[in-house]
């Protein structure tokens, strides 16, 4: 089976409007002789429907960085599916470990928020990860198992065919630390595994299930080289163009 390489970028809170169209036009034209890699933009959703226009006429698609359970209502300052949908953008992160910790996100709100996003054809992005404290204490596989379990929790087959998984350690994420390519793909295993067992062989073959957690030019290749580990969630790297693009150019070159 051979699954497509996809890279993103969260750009989390980072990049005013006029910064946020720069780097998507450096991004687009230091990528534009990409064939064989999907290549995903996540900018905030102040400059969501003017980067959605930069890149339109490229292969760079957009998402957003979270959403509102709520398709819409009185909640000041949530951004709801439709809207997201409505700039032009086909994905959406979810449950970014992120916003686990500091915004209170449950397994269970982010399996409600799956189902609202398919159900507006978004793709999301479905962030999974364990602490230090439980890497430690041997329980990485309990804990991502529990989390895509509650992620998942009462989808078909078919909604799962449009997902992709985000690994991503939260030991590893902008602390400059990355799992070595074997504890990641040992991870990437597990939860294929798990795939395989709740929705069949076909839907865990074809899962894209990226990598994320100090991703950067240096390591790209050892860790893409796994052969579970079907593309990048990049941070840091992902805000300059020379560095995303290096990362891109790297999973290029491994599906030629």
């Not at 991703?215 to 052969?227: D, F, R, W």
Request: proline share 3%; charged share 20%.
């Amino acid at each position: 089976m051979s699954r497509k390489t996809i890279i993103a970028g969260n750009w989390k809170m980072y990049k005013t409007n006029v910064e946020a169209l720069q780097l998507a036009n450096q991004v687009k034209i230091k990528t534009k002789d990409i064939r064989h890699t999907g290549i995903i933009i996540c900018p905030p959703f102040t400059a969501l429907a003017a980067v959605a226009e930069v890149v339109n006429d490229s292969a760079i698609a957009v998402g957003g960085q979270t959403m509102c359970v709520e398709k819409e209502g009185a909640f000041t300052g949530a951004i709801s599916a439709g809207m997201i949908k409505s700039t032009g953008a086909i994905h959406v992160i979810l449950g970014h470990s992120e916003r686990r910790q500091y915004f209170g996100e449950t397994d269970e709100l982010v399996n409600k928020k799956i189902k609202t996003a398919l159900e507006f054809g978004l793709k999301p992005i479905v962030c999974i990860g364990e602490t230090l404290e439980q890497r430690e204490g041997n329980i990485t596989a309990e804990v991502v198992t529990k989390q895509l379990r509650g992620a998942l929790a009462d989808l078909e087959p078919q909604h799962v065919d449009r997902l992709i998984v985000a690994y991503e350690p939260i030991w590893a994420i902008g602390t400059g630390k990355t799992a070595t390519p074997e504890q990641a793909q040992e991870v990437h295993s597990v939860i294929r595994g798990a795939i395989t067992e709740w929705f069949g062989e076909t839907t865990a073959d074809n899962l894209v299930i990226q990598y994320g957690g100090s991703v950067k030019p240096e390591n790209a290749e050892s860790l893409l080289s796994q052969p579970d580990i079907d593309g990048a969630l990049v941070g840091g790297a992902c805000l300059k163009a020379d560095s995303f693009s290096a990362i891109i150019h790297t999973a290029e070159g491994l599906k030629r």
